[in-house]
């Protein structure tokens, strides 16, 4: 596997919560009322975590291999496995909030 392989774990190490009670189920979408097949969330001061039936490709459509049904995405910038998250969003300081407003 290459570096951006999500098998690395580097959600553990990043330190956020990942996966908790009461989050894992399904989202309706608004406009349909159908069930979402994927969900994303924003961490305060983290990933975004993905989770559900996805598919993560490149801008040219080839597939990146995500292995599991949820990965934590970089949104810091400074991530070495891009697109995945390593946990330097936090010896970076990064902040950043977890709706619009913040
Ligand atoms: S959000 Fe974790 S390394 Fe960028």
Redesign the pocket.
């Known amino acids: 596997m290459g570096p951006n392989g999500p098998g690395h774990a580097p959600a553990r190490r990043?330190g956020f919560a990942g996966a908790r009670a009461g989050t894992s189920g399904l989202m309706r979408t608004d406009d349909t009322g159908e069930p979402a097949a994927a969900t994303i969330t924003p961490y305060q001061d983290?990933?975004l975590l993905v989770r559900g039936d996805f598919a993560l490709v490149t801008p040219d459509g080839e597939r990146i291999d995500a292995r599991r049904g949820t990965v934590?995405l970089?949104?810091?910038?400074?991530?070495a496995l891009k697109p995945f998250?390593?946990?330097?969003?936090k010896m970076v300081n990064?902040r950043a909030g977890t709706t619009r407003e913040g």
């Open positions: 990043s983290g990933p934590a970089c949104r810091c910038g400074r991530s998250c390593d946990g330097t969003h990064f």
